[in-house]
T-cell receptor, first 113, second 114 residues
Framework: GENVEQHPSTLSVQEGDSAVIKCTYS??????FPWYKQELGKGPQLIID?????GEKKDQRIAVTLNKTAKHFSLHITETQPEDSAVYFC????????????FGPGTRLSVLP | EAGVAQSPRYKIIEKRQSVAFWCNPI?????LYWYQQILGQGPKLLIQ????????DSQLPKDRFSAERLKGVDSTLKIQPAKLEDSAVYLC????????????FGAGTRLSVL
């Protein structure tokens, strides 16, 4: 089955700096890769996603890149703000309709003012 | 629109006791998921419903866990009997249909088994 690894497990950055979180997956048939943000006491919330036919996607301060050959994808957050502090999860799915997610173990991001 | 509602928010029980969690998905969402999130880990899918039918329960420990979605709306997840290793947050999520990939999560139920 699919296995998703995520690094780093914790990340601290100064406000205004960039943050990068990296994930690798094992199943070459995976074709949908969402990123979720989970704040304390809340459920995960989708922040951005990418499909296997696209190499990069950007939404304001957030971007995701995908390298299918190497089977890894990354989340980039620029101009970080304190409200970006949360746990971020990547996930991979074999189906284009996004079912049967396998989540990574998460990255705790702390943005220091 | 209202989000995914879950109750209770917290539950503390002793091992070998039974517990049930309730989920009300976003109105109109046909697909419902239950995930288990152990502290420090990502969510792990337990079961997926499409309307009132089970699509995937391959990771549900069926000797002690059960779930139902009788009318295709609300769902309950039950553990009987509970073990210490069942301590986790149980998340419910819903999506518009099996062909719509965005899953919306509830806040979860934090279960502590003593």
């Amino acid at each position: 089955g699919e296995n998703v690894e995520q690094h780093p497990s914790t990340l601290s950055v100064q406000e205004g700096d960039s943050a990068v979180i990296k994930c690798t997956y094992s199943d070459s048939a995976s074709n949908y890769f969402p990123w979720y943000k989970q704040e304390l006491g809340k459920g995960p919330q989708l922040i951005i996603d990418i499909r296997s036919n696209v190499g990069e996607k950007k939404d304001q301060r957030i971007a995701v890149t995908l390298n299918k050959t190497a089977k890894h994808f990354s989340l980039h957050i620029t101009e970080t703000q304190p409200e970006d502090s949360a746990v971020y999860f990547c996930a991979a799915s074999r189906r284009l309709d996004g079912q049967n997610f396998v989540f990574g173990p998460g990255t705790r991001l702390s943005v220091l003012p | 629109e209202a989000g995914v509602a879950q109750s209770p928010r917290y539950k503390i029980i002793e091992k070998r006791q039974s517990v049930a969690f309730w989920c009300n998905p976003i109105s109109g969402h046909a697909t419902l998921y239950w995930y288990q999130q152990i502290l420090g880990q990502g969510p792990k899918l337990l079961i997926q419903f499409q309307n009132n039918g089970v699509v995937d329960d391959s990771q549900l420990p069926k000797d002690r866990f059960s779930a139902e979605r009788l009318k295709g709306v609300d769902s309950t997840l039950k553990i009987q009997p509970a073990k210490l290793e069942d301590s986790a947050v149980y998340l419910c999520a819903s999506s518009l249909s099996h062909s719509k990939n965005i899953q919306y999560f509830g806040a979860g139920t934090r279960l502590s088994v003593l």
